[in-house]
Nanobody, 117 residues
Framework: EVQLVESGGGLVQAGGSLRLSCAAS????????IGWFRQAPGKEREGVSC????????YYADSVKGRFTISRDNAKNTVYLQMNSLKPEDAAVYYC??????????WGQGTQVTVSS
């Protein structure tokens, strides 16, 4: 059984930092590309960042570029999203997504990030 467990969300003041984690089990973690998505109330889910399964290449949405850093530790089956200089508009539920080369996808349960101004 595949399980994704997210953690690290919480309440932070604007300008602060949080590190989200997504720990996976029940799959070969290194085979999966991983993305972080977020969804704020009343808005569509949007892609924030992703990291490849092969060469570790990364992508960031313009809104978070220079502030967020995605990384993965295949030995720990965990992906991280370091979020710095947080803004109120970063507040959302953050989800991790794992996708293999055949298109099989697994979503995490989400973790709430709240940023106070």
């Amino acid at each position: 059984e595949v399980q994704l467990v997210e953690s690290g969300g919480g309440l932070v003041q604007a300008g602060g930092s949080l590190r989200l984690s997504c720990a996976a089990s029940g799959l070969i973690f290194a085979d999966y590309a991983i993305g972080w998505f977020r969804q704020a109330p009343g808005k569509e889910r949007e892609g924030v960042s992703c990291i490849s399964s092969s060469d570790g290449s990364t992508y960031y949405a313009d809104s978070v570029k220079g502030r967020f850093t995605i990384s993965r530790d295949n030995a720990k089956n965990t992906v991280y999203l370091q979020m710095n200089s947080l803004k109120p508009e970063d507040a959302a539920v953050y989800y991790c997504l794992l996708e293999d080369k055949l298109g099989f996808r697994y979503w995490g349960q989400g973790t709430q990030v709240t940023v106070s101004s």
